[in-house]
Nanobody, 128 residues
Framework: QVQLVESGGGLVQPGGSLRLSCAAS????????IGWFRQAPGQEREDVAC????????HFGDSVRGRAAISRDNAKNTVYLHMSSLKPEDTAAYFC?????????????????????WGQGTQVTVSS
């Protein structure tokens, strides 16, 4: 199983931007579709973005569409989530995870229930 570690979170002012990284250890993520998810306190976990192994297809959640970009560097075994125009409601713990290929292939999406293994996540706080 690919082990993923999220990083790049922190305190960001409203309107700011950040880049989160999802790095694989112990195995390569080059053959895996990867998704980013987030969970705010008291709320359900939601999908943010996902990308296929070949970077040809991406999906974005409604709450971040137009403000997020997802990319990957398979040579560095890392997937990135770029977010801009951040809002206080973007405050959450952000997680990356491997997505079974059938979801992006047949749904073009990465629902939360597609994930069976979660990492520690990285906290993003948007506040002035």
């Amino acid at each position: 199983q690919v082990q993923l570690v999220e990083s790049g979170g922190g305190l960001v002012q409203p309107g700011g931007s950040l880049r989160l990284s999802c790095a694989a250890s112990g195995s390569t993520l080059g053959d895996s579709d990867i998704g980013w998810f987030r969970q705010a306190p008291g709320q359900e976990r939601e999908d943010v973005a996902c990308i296929t192994s070949d970077s040809r297809n991406t999906h974005f959640g409604d709450s971040v569409r137009g403000r997020a970009a997802i990319s990957r560097d398979n040579a560095k075994n890392t997937v990135y989530l770029h977010m801009s125009s951040l809002k206080p409601e973007d405050t959450a713990a952000y997680f990356c995870a491997v997505i079974p290929k059938t979801f992006m292939a047949f749904m073009g999406a990465c629902p939360v229930h597609a994930v069976d293994h979660w990492g520690q996540g990285t906290q993003v706080t948007v506040s002035s």
